[in-house]
Protein backbone atom coordinates (compact mmCIF):
# COMPACT_ATOMS: atom_id res chain seq x y z
CA UNK A 1 0.00 0.00 0.00
CA UNK A 2 1.24 3.31 -0.60
CA UNK A 3 1.01 6.26 1.66
CA UNK A 4 -1.47 8.96 0.91
CA UNK A 5 0.20 12.74 0.41
CA UNK A 6 -0.80 15.00 2.81
CA UNK A 7 -0.72 17.69 -0.07
CA UNK A 8 -1.41 16.69 -3.85
CA UNK A 9 -2.15 19.15 -6.50
CA UNK A 10 -2.71 17.55 -9.78
CA UNK A 11 -2.85 19.34 -13.24
CA UNK A 12 -3.46 23.19 -12.12
CA UNK A 13 -3.39 26.04 -13.99
CA UNK A 14 -4.34 29.27 -14.32
CA UNK A 15 -4.32 32.54 -16.18
CA UNK A 16 -4.59 35.85 -16.11
CA UNK A 17 -6.15 38.23 -18.61
CA UNK A 18 -5.04 35.19 -21.41
CA UNK A 19 -1.83 34.48 -20.00
CA UNK A 20 -1.27 31.50 -18.72
CA UNK A 21 0.91 31.92 -15.21
CA UNK A 22 0.40 28.22 -13.71
CA UNK A 23 0.43 25.72 -16.80
CA UNK A 24 -0.34 21.87 -15.84
CA UNK A 25 1.48 21.68 -12.53
CA UNK A 26 1.47 18.53 -10.16
CA UNK A 27 3.27 17.77 -7.22
CA UNK A 28 2.28 16.06 -3.58
CA UNK A 29 4.09 16.25 -0.52
CA UNK A 30 4.19 13.55 1.94
CA UNK A 31 3.56 14.60 5.83
CA UNK A 32 7.09 15.70 7.66
CA UNK A 33 8.51 16.32 4.17
CA UNK A 34 8.93 19.63 3.12
CA UNK A 35 8.85 20.34 -0.67
CA UNK A 36 10.52 23.85 -1.81
CA UNK A 37 8.70 25.41 -5.16
CA UNK A 38 11.83 27.24 -6.83
CA UNK A 39 12.55 29.72 -9.43
CA UNK A 40 12.89 32.79 -10.66
CA UNK A 41 10.73 36.13 -9.63
CA UNK A 42 7.31 36.09 -12.04
CA UNK A 43 7.51 31.99 -13.07
CA UNK A 44 4.43 31.29 -11.10
CA UNK A 45 4.76 30.70 -7.52
CA UNK A 46 3.27 32.83 -5.26
CA UNK A 47 0.07 32.35 -7.58
CA UNK A 48 0.06 28.31 -6.82
CA UNK A 49 0.53 28.67 -3.73
CA UNK A 50 -2.58 30.47 -3.46
CA UNK A 51 -4.67 28.53 -5.22
CA UNK A 52 -3.27 25.62 -2.82
CA UNK A 53 -4.70 28.18 0.15
CA UNK A 54 -8.04 29.12 -1.49
CA UNK A 55 -7.64 32.61 -2.07
CA UNK A 56 -7.42 32.40 -5.56
CA UNK A 57 -9.63 29.55 -8.02
CA UNK A 58 -8.06 27.15 -10.74
CA UNK A 59 -8.46 27.31 -14.17
CA UNK A 60 -8.37 23.64 -13.87
CA UNK A 61 -7.22 20.50 -12.24
CA UNK A 62 -7.53 19.11 -8.50
CA UNK A 63 -6.45 19.86 -5.17
CA UNK A 64 -6.25 16.94 -2.44
CA UNK A 65 -5.15 17.23 1.38
CA UNK A 66 -4.95 13.96 3.14
CA UNK A 67 -7.14 12.05 0.49
CA UNK A 68 -10.06 14.51 0.18
CA UNK A 69 -10.68 16.63 -2.61
CA UNK A 70 -10.81 20.33 -1.54
CA UNK A 71 -10.85 21.71 -5.19
CA UNK A 72 -11.73 21.22 -8.22
CA UNK A 73 -14.56 18.89 -10.29
CA UNK A 74 -16.89 21.79 -9.02
CA UNK A 75 -15.37 21.45 -5.33
CA UNK A 76 -14.27 24.68 -3.56
CA UNK A 77 -14.17 23.86 0.12
CA UNK A 78 -13.30 27.30 1.97
CA UNK A 79 -9.86 28.68 2.79
CA UNK A 80 -10.70 28.21 6.42
CA UNK A 81 -11.75 24.61 6.57
CA UNK A 82 -8.58 23.41 4.31
CA UNK A 83 -6.57 22.65 7.34
CA UNK A 84 -3.54 24.48 5.56
CA UNK A 85 -1.45 27.13 7.55
CA UNK A 86 0.51 29.86 6.08
CA UNK A 87 3.38 31.71 6.57
CA UNK A 88 4.44 34.79 4.29
CA UNK A 89 7.18 37.41 4.22
CA UNK A 90 4.75 39.80 5.67
CA UNK A 91 3.83 37.97 8.12
CA UNK A 92 2.29 40.78 10.30
CA UNK A 93 1.36 39.96 14.02
CA UNK A 94 -1.64 41.72 15.44
CA UNK A 95 -0.02 44.90 16.92
CA UNK A 96 -2.78 44.97 19.97
CA UNK A 97 -2.86 41.37 20.88
CA UNK A 98 0.62 40.04 23.36
CA UNK A 99 2.47 36.94 21.53
CA UNK A 100 0.30 34.67 23.91
CA UNK A 101 -3.16 35.66 22.01
CA UNK A 102 -1.47 36.48 18.76
CA UNK A 103 -0.61 32.66 18.49
CA UNK A 104 -3.78 31.73 20.46
CA UNK A 105 -6.15 33.51 18.00
CA UNK A 106 -7.07 30.93 15.41
CA UNK A 107 -7.63 27.70 18.31
CA UNK A 108 -11.28 26.78 18.50
CA UNK A 109 -9.90 25.23 22.13
CA UNK A 110 -11.23 26.20 25.42
CA UNK A 111 -8.89 28.45 27.61
CA UNK A 112 -7.58 25.89 29.13
CA UNK A 113 -5.90 24.09 26.32
CA UNK A 114 -5.40 26.45 24.28
CA UNK A 115 -2.97 27.88 27.06
CA UNK A 116 -1.23 24.74 27.26
CA UNK A 117 -0.93 24.80 23.11
CA UNK A 118 0.48 28.06 23.04
CA UNK A 119 2.92 27.52 25.81
CA UNK A 120 4.37 23.82 24.01
CA UNK A 121 4.47 25.63 20.70
CA UNK A 122 6.29 29.04 22.16
CA UNK A 123 8.43 26.39 23.70
CA UNK A 124 9.15 24.93 20.63
CA UNK A 125 10.06 27.99 18.90
CA UNK A 126 12.13 29.34 21.81
CA UNK A 127 10.17 32.25 22.71
CA UNK A 128 8.63 30.52 26.47
CA UNK A 129 9.66 33.85 27.94
CA UNK A 130 8.38 36.27 25.76
CA UNK A 131 4.83 35.05 26.10
CA UNK A 132 3.42 38.15 27.49
CA UNK A 133 5.47 40.71 25.12
CA UNK A 134 3.95 42.22 22.39
CA UNK A 135 5.15 42.61 18.99
CA UNK A 136 6.71 45.70 18.90
CA UNK A 137 8.54 44.30 21.92
CA UNK A 138 10.43 41.90 19.51
CA UNK A 139 13.04 41.56 17.11
CA UNK A 140 12.33 40.80 13.40
CA UNK A 141 13.56 37.11 13.89
CA UNK A 142 11.06 36.99 17.12
CA UNK A 143 8.48 38.13 15.36
CA UNK A 144 9.38 34.88 12.89
CA UNK A 145 9.19 32.66 15.55
CA UNK A 146 5.85 33.89 16.66
CA UNK A 147 4.41 33.67 13.05
CA UNK A 148 5.31 30.68 12.79
CA UNK A 149 4.06 29.07 16.49
CA UNK A 150 0.68 31.15 15.59
CA UNK A 151 0.53 28.68 11.63
CA UNK A 152 1.35 26.32 13.30
CA UNK A 153 -1.25 26.20 16.47
CA UNK A 154 -4.60 24.98 15.19
CA UNK A 155 -2.40 22.13 13.55
CA UNK A 156 -2.60 22.31 9.93
CA UNK A 157 -2.11 19.38 7.91
CA UNK A 158 -0.04 21.46 5.37
CA UNK A 159 2.17 24.69 6.03
CA UNK A 160 2.16 26.94 2.85
CA UNK A 161 5.24 29.60 2.97
CA UNK A 162 6.25 32.03 0.50
CA UNK A 163 9.41 33.76 0.58
CA UNK A 164 9.16 33.73 4.78
CA UNK A 165 12.89 34.59 5.33
CA UNK A 166 13.46 36.87 2.89
CA UNK A 167 12.74 39.87 5.39
CA UNK A 168 15.68 38.31 7.85
CA UNK A 169 19.64 39.24 7.36
CA UNK A 170 21.64 36.57 6.16
CA UNK A 171 23.18 35.30 9.69
CA UNK A 172 19.55 35.04 11.22
CA UNK A 173 18.01 33.53 8.76
CA UNK A 174 20.60 30.38 8.93
CA UNK A 175 19.18 30.17 11.77
CA UNK A 176 16.00 30.85 11.83
CA UNK A 177 15.26 28.70 9.15
CA UNK A 178 17.35 25.78 10.95
CA UNK A 179 14.79 26.04 13.78
CA UNK A 180 11.56 26.45 11.85
CA UNK A 181 12.50 23.27 9.67
CA UNK A 182 13.33 20.94 13.30
CA UNK A 183 10.05 22.42 14.54
CA UNK A 184 7.82 21.84 10.89
CA UNK A 185 9.62 18.50 11.36
CA UNK A 186 8.83 17.84 14.91
CA UNK A 187 4.92 18.37 13.86
CA UNK A 188 4.86 15.93 11.21
CA UNK A 189 3.26 18.95 8.70
CA UNK A 190 3.51 18.67 5.31
CA UNK A 191 5.39 21.73 3.99
CA UNK A 192 5.05 23.76 0.63
CA UNK A 193 7.61 26.12 0.52
CA UNK A 194 8.21 28.76 -2.64
CA UNK A 195 11.72 30.06 -2.93
CA UNK A 196 13.65 32.20 -5.54
CA UNK A 197 16.75 31.13 -4.17
CA UNK A 198 18.42 28.33 -4.86
CA UNK A 199 20.62 27.60 -1.70
CA UNK A 200 17.45 28.46 0.45
CA UNK A 201 15.68 25.38 -1.30
CA UNK A 202 18.91 23.30 -0.93
CA UNK A 203 19.11 24.20 2.35
CA UNK A 204 15.21 23.25 3.43
CA UNK A 205 14.19 20.96 1.15
CA UNK A 206 13.74 17.18 0.80
CA UNK A 207 12.30 17.59 -2.56
CA UNK A 208 12.81 20.48 -5.12
CA UNK A 209 10.82 21.23 -7.93
CA UNK A 210 12.25 23.53 -10.16
CA UNK A 211 9.59 25.87 -11.90
CA UNK A 212 10.13 27.93 -14.77
CA UNK A 213 7.13 30.32 -16.78
CA UNK A 214 4.72 28.34 -15.02
CA UNK A 215 5.45 24.68 -15.38
CA UNK A 216 7.11 22.21 -13.54
CA UNK A 217 10.57 21.50 -15.25
CA UNK A 218 12.68 19.14 -12.84
CA UNK A 219 11.27 17.64 -9.60
CA UNK A 220 13.93 15.92 -7.50
CA UNK A 221 16.02 15.55 -4.12
CA UNK A 222 18.43 18.73 -3.99
CA UNK A 223 21.69 16.41 -4.90
CA UNK A 224 19.93 14.92 -8.03
CA UNK A 225 19.07 18.61 -9.01
CA UNK A 226 22.59 20.23 -8.86
CA UNK A 227 24.39 17.45 -10.08
CA UNK A 228 21.72 16.08 -12.83
CA UNK A 229 20.11 19.49 -14.18
CA UNK A 230 18.10 18.73 -17.13
CA UNK A 231 18.81 21.16 -19.15
CA UNK A 232 21.33 24.30 -19.36
CA UNK A 233 19.13 26.85 -17.58
CA UNK A 234 18.32 24.41 -14.61
CA UNK A 235 22.50 24.38 -14.35
CA UNK A 236 22.44 27.60 -14.25
CA UNK A 237 20.21 28.80 -12.12
CA UNK A 238 22.17 27.12 -9.22
CA UNK A 239 25.54 28.23 -10.21
CA UNK A 240 27.85 30.31 -12.35
CA UNK A 241 28.25 27.70 -15.01
CA UNK A 242 31.05 27.73 -17.78
CA UNK A 243 30.10 26.94 -21.36
CA UNK A 244 32.78 25.22 -23.69
CA UNK A 245 30.88 24.87 -27.27
CA UNK A 246 31.23 21.68 -29.44
CA UNK A 247 30.07 19.72 -32.60
CA UNK A 248 29.13 15.85 -32.19
CA UNK A 249 30.93 14.04 -34.50
CA UNK A 250 30.59 10.11 -33.85
CA UNK A 251 28.77 10.82 -30.43
CA UNK A 252 31.94 12.53 -29.46
CA UNK A 253 32.84 15.92 -28.91
CA UNK A 254 35.96 17.66 -29.88
CA UNK A 255 37.05 20.26 -27.54
CA UNK A 256 39.90 22.21 -26.17
CA UNK A 257 39.88 20.37 -23.24
CA UNK A 258 39.94 16.85 -25.39
CA UNK A 259 36.97 14.61 -26.42
CA UNK A 260 33.45 14.27 -24.06
CA UNK A 261 31.35 11.56 -24.84
CA UNK A 262 28.00 12.75 -25.98
CA UNK A 263 25.71 9.53 -26.58
CA UNK A 264 22.69 9.29 -28.52
CA UNK A 265 23.46 12.97 -30.05
CA UNK A 266 23.46 13.04 -33.64
CA UNK A 267 26.36 14.17 -35.84
CA UNK A 268 26.72 17.46 -36.35
CA UNK A 269 24.66 18.90 -33.24
CA UNK A 270 26.51 21.59 -31.48
CA UNK A 271 26.71 21.17 -28.16
CA UNK A 272 27.17 23.01 -24.69
CA UNK A 273 29.25 21.55 -22.24
CA UNK A 274 28.60 23.18 -19.04
CA UNK A 275 30.62 23.02 -15.59
CA UNK A 276 30.56 24.85 -12.49
CA UNK A 277 33.38 27.24 -11.54
CA UNK A 278 34.30 24.94 -8.07
CA UNK A 279 34.88 22.22 -10.99
CA UNK A 280 37.80 23.93 -12.55
CA UNK A 281 41.41 22.90 -11.47
CA UNK A 282 43.90 25.17 -12.63
CA UNK A 283 47.95 25.03 -12.47
CA UNK A 284 50.85 26.63 -13.02
CA UNK A 285 52.46 27.63 -16.26
CA UNK A 286 55.92 26.16 -16.91
CA UNK A 287 57.47 28.28 -19.43
CA UNK A 288 54.70 27.89 -22.32
CA UNK A 289 53.88 24.07 -20.95
CA UNK A 290 51.14 22.67 -18.31
CA UNK A 291 50.58 19.66 -16.43
CA UNK A 292 49.58 15.78 -18.21
CA UNK A 293 46.08 15.00 -19.91
CA UNK A 294 44.60 12.77 -17.17
CA UNK A 295 41.26 10.69 -17.58
CA UNK A 296 39.52 12.23 -15.09
CA UNK A 297 40.47 16.18 -16.17
CA UNK A 298 41.50 15.26 -20.15
CA UNK A 299 43.84 17.99 -21.56
CA UNK A 300 44.14 21.15 -19.70
CA UNK A 301 44.12 24.57 -21.87
CA UNK A 302 45.55 27.55 -21.35
CA UNK A 303 44.26 30.99 -20.51
CA UNK A 304 45.30 34.30 -18.70
CA UNK A 305 43.59 35.75 -15.31
CA UNK A 306 41.53 38.46 -15.92
CA UNK A 307 40.07 39.22 -12.76
CA UNK A 308 40.48 37.36 -9.56
CA UNK A 309 38.32 38.11 -6.14
CA UNK A 310 39.30 37.26 -2.82
CA UNK A 311 36.14 35.99 -0.93
CA UNK A 312 37.01 34.45 2.08
CA UNK A 313 36.68 30.81 1.73
CA UNK A 314 37.69 30.78 -1.73
CA UNK A 315 38.83 33.00 -4.85
CA UNK A 316 37.03 33.26 -8.05
CA UNK A 317 39.42 33.62 -10.90
CA UNK A 318 38.04 34.86 -14.77
CA UNK A 319 40.28 33.22 -17.32
CA UNK A 320 40.38 34.53 -20.87
CA UNK A 321 41.53 31.30 -22.68
CA UNK A 322 44.12 31.22 -25.47
CA UNK A 323 42.10 28.65 -27.81
CA UNK A 324 39.69 31.52 -28.08
CA UNK A 325 38.99 33.87 -25.96
CA UNK A 326 36.26 32.59 -24.42
CA UNK A 327 35.73 34.20 -20.54
CA UNK A 328 36.22 30.95 -17.85
CA UNK A 329 35.02 31.23 -14.02
CA UNK A 330 36.85 29.15 -11.71
CA UNK A 331 36.41 28.76 -8.12
CA UNK A 332 39.13 27.93 -6.42
CA UNK A 333 40.66 27.58 -2.82
CA UNK A 334 41.53 31.16 -1.33
CA UNK A 335 44.89 30.59 -0.52
CA UNK A 336 45.32 31.58 -4.03
CA UNK A 337 45.03 34.53 -5.31
CA UNK A 338 46.59 35.02 -8.91
CA UNK A 339 47.28 38.19 -10.46
CA UNK A 340 45.82 39.70 -13.64
CA UNK A 341 47.78 38.79 -16.72
CA UNK A 342 49.23 35.49 -15.19
CA UNK A 343 48.78 32.55 -17.88
CA UNK A 344 47.76 29.73 -16.10
CA UNK A 345 46.16 25.78 -17.09
CA UNK A 346 43.15 25.12 -16.86
CA UNK A 347 41.34 21.54 -16.16
CA UNK A 348 37.81 20.46 -16.02
CA UNK A 349 36.60 17.61 -14.27
CA UNK A 350 35.37 15.53 -16.70
CA UNK A 351 33.02 13.98 -14.28
CA UNK A 352 31.18 16.93 -13.40
CA UNK A 353 30.38 18.55 -16.89
CA UNK A 354 26.60 18.53 -18.50
CA UNK A 355 26.50 17.70 -22.04
CA UNK A 356 23.14 19.34 -23.32
CA UNK A 357 22.26 20.57 -26.92
CA UNK A 358 23.50 24.01 -27.79
CA UNK A 359 21.03 27.00 -27.00
CA UNK A 360 19.45 28.53 -29.91
N1 LIG B 1 -4.05 38.77 -9.71
C1 LIG B 1 -3.27 38.85 -10.78
N2 LIG B 1 -3.66 39.48 -11.91
C2 LIG B 1 -2.87 39.55 -12.99
N3 LIG B 1 -1.65 39.03 -13.08
C3 LIG B 1 -1.17 38.40 -12.00
C4 LIG B 1 -1.95 38.28 -10.79
N4 LIG B 1 -1.22 37.58 -9.89
C5 LIG B 1 -0.04 37.29 -10.49
N5 LIG B 1 -0.01 37.77 -11.75
C6 LIG B 1 1.09 37.62 -12.71
O1 LIG B 1 1.39 36.26 -12.80
C7 LIG B 1 2.80 36.05 -12.92
C8 LIG B 1 3.28 35.13 -11.83
O2 LIG B 1 3.15 35.77 -10.58
P1 LIG B 1 3.53 35.07 -9.21
O3 LIG B 1 2.78 33.81 -9.09
O4 LIG B 1 3.36 36.07 -8.15
O5 LIG B 1 5.08 34.76 -9.46
P2 LIG B 1 6.23 34.41 -8.40
O6 LIG B 1 5.62 34.21 -7.08
O7 LIG B 1 6.88 33.18 -8.98
O8 LIG B 1 7.19 35.55 -8.43
C9 LIG B 1 3.43 37.42 -12.89
O9 LIG B 1 3.67 37.82 -14.20
C10 LIG B 1 2.37 38.28 -12.23
O10 LIG B 1 2.46 39.59 -12.69
MG1 LIG C 1 5.98 35.28 -5.29
Known amino acids: MTATPRLEISHIAKSFGGQKVVDDVSLSVMPGQVTCLLGPSGCGKSTTLRMIAGVESP ?3 QIHVDGQLICGDGRDVPP ?3 S ?3 MF ?3 ALFPHLSVAQNVAFGLKLDRRAARARVEELLGKVGMGRHIDRFPHELSGGEQQRVALARALAPRPKVMLMDEPFSGLDDRLRDDIRDETL ?3 KAEGTAVLLVTHEPGEAMRMADEIALMRDGRIVQRGAPYNIYNTPVDRKAAA ?3 DINVIRGEVRGALTDTPFGQF ?5 PDGTAVDICI ?9 DRAGRGPNPTPMEGTPARGVVQRARFMGSESLVEFRMDYDGTILRAQIPSVFLPKPGTPLWIMIRRDRCFVFPAAA
Open 237 to 239: FFS
Open 182 to 184: DVL
Open 261 to 265: LAPGV
Open 276 to 284: RPQHLKIDF
Open 59 to 61: DAG
Open 80 to 82: ESR
Open 84 to 86: IGL
Open 89 to 91: QDF
